[in-house]
């Protein structure tokens, strides 16, 4: 969960900063706060932290990425003021390498389990589509 939160970082720069409708521009930001919201869920239930211990590091988290976020669409917008425009394409290939960098977890647990219990493979596959998807677009 935690990857996926921190995909949502460059993927969120590449949608602000290609332009994309707003939906789009929105979207990482709602998988980044999923991401945290279930990341820190799992640390409440499996690792037994306490409401306020959660709260004491998903908070400073979440600012710190919409810092790093916000940080990067400015500095992106003035490279791409000054005709360089590779470090847009790196926020893209980031974003698709950290979304599946969380889904490899789950394929890691097929092989090592050699059982797909509780797995999706739907859910994976979308996964890797969108991960493509994003990545073929720019």
């Known amino acids: 969960m935690l990857c996926w939160a921190c995909a949502g970082i460059p993927l969120g720069v590449y949608n602000i900063v290609s332009n994309f409708d707003i939906a789009l521009r929105i979207q990482p930001q709602i998988l980044t706060s999923l991401s945290l919201i279930t990341w820190v869920q799992c640390c409440y239930y499996e690792k037994k932290w306490s409401i306020l211990k959660a709260l004491a590091v998903v908070v400073p988290i979440a600012c710190a990425m919409g810092g790093i976020e916000a940080a990067l669409v400015f500095a992106l917008r003035i490279g791409l003021e000054r005709g360089v425009d590779w470090p847009v394409t790196l926020m893209a290939v980031l974003a698709a390498c950290l ?15 050699k059982s797909v219990e509780g797995i999706s493979f739907l859910f994976c596959g979308i996964v890797c589509i969108i991960t493509t998807m994003i990545v073929l677009v720019r």
């Open 99 to 113: 979304l599946a960098l969380g889904v490899l977890e789950q394929y890691l647990s097929i092989w090592k389990h």
